[in-house]
T-cell receptor
């Protein structure tokens, strides 16, 4: 069965500093990997995805993520955090070869960027 | 704006009742997904439809059912409601059923009194 772990419930970072939100996954085949962000009282918004190819994926709002197959990780990064980046971040995985399964979302990590 | 419309935004009802949540997917998207988000369970996948056909099923209770109509809008029916069904229910849509990202609506907040 596929699963996603986000080991940190909360990440605090000062504005202007780099940020990392961690994600590890488990699938039996090759993964499709996604990051989403959720602001209060809103639905999730797509940030970026990894399907195949370059391990470094660039997405919306200056975010990027690095796929590491050996560590089964897909950490979200941003070189310089903004206060407006404060939100709930979800990592999601789907087993590429198994259409009977669907997206599995991690529990979410709350990012707080302090001014 | 994701292009996914969910109605109603808020719903307050009592235990034992039945409600219907509605979702209009983004224009051109054939796949619709339903999720339940609660504080203790996180985001749980319920069910997916693709072009009118059920494609995948997650942790959906037997009291819950869904369908996707020929115009591609979808409805989630919740019956014999219990206090524990109080949650945010999200609909998402995507172009296909594969690797495309999902686009989420802003959800329906269901409160059971």
């Amino acid at each position: 069965a596929q699963s996603v772990a986000q080991p940190e419930d909360q990440v605090n970072v000062a504005e202007g500093n780099p940020l990392t939100v961690k994600c590890t996954y488990s699938v039996s085949g090759n993964p499709y990997l996604f990051w989403y962000v959720q602001y209060p009282n809103r639905g999730l918004q797509f940030l970026l995805k990894y399907i195949t190819g370059d391990n470094l994926v660039k997405g919306s709002y200056g975010f990027e993520a690095e796929f590491n197959k050996s560590q089964t990780s897909f950490h979200l990064k941003k070189p310089s955090a903004l206060v407006s980046d404060s939100a709930l971040y979800f990592c999601a995985v789907r087993d590429m070869g198994n259409y009977g399964q669907n997206f599995v979302f991690g529990p979410g990590t709350r990012l707080s960027v302090l001014p | 704006d994701s292009g996914v419309t969910q109605t109603p935004k808020h719903l307050i009802t009592a235990t034992g009742q039945r409600v219907t949540l509605r979702c209009s997917p983004r224009s051109g998207d054939l796949s619709v997904y339903w999720y339940q988000q609660s504080l203790d369970q996180g985001l749980q996948f319920l069910i997916q439809y693709y072009n009118g056909e059920e494609r995948a099923k997650g942790n959906i209770l037997e009291r819950f059912s869904a369908q996707q109509f020929p115009d591609l809008h979808s409805e989630l029916n919740l019956s014999s409601l219990e206090l524990g069904d109080s949650a945010l229910y999200f609909c998402a849509s995507s172009l296909s059923a594969g690797s495309q990202p999902q686009h989420f609506g802003d959800g329906t907040r269901l409160s059971i009194l």
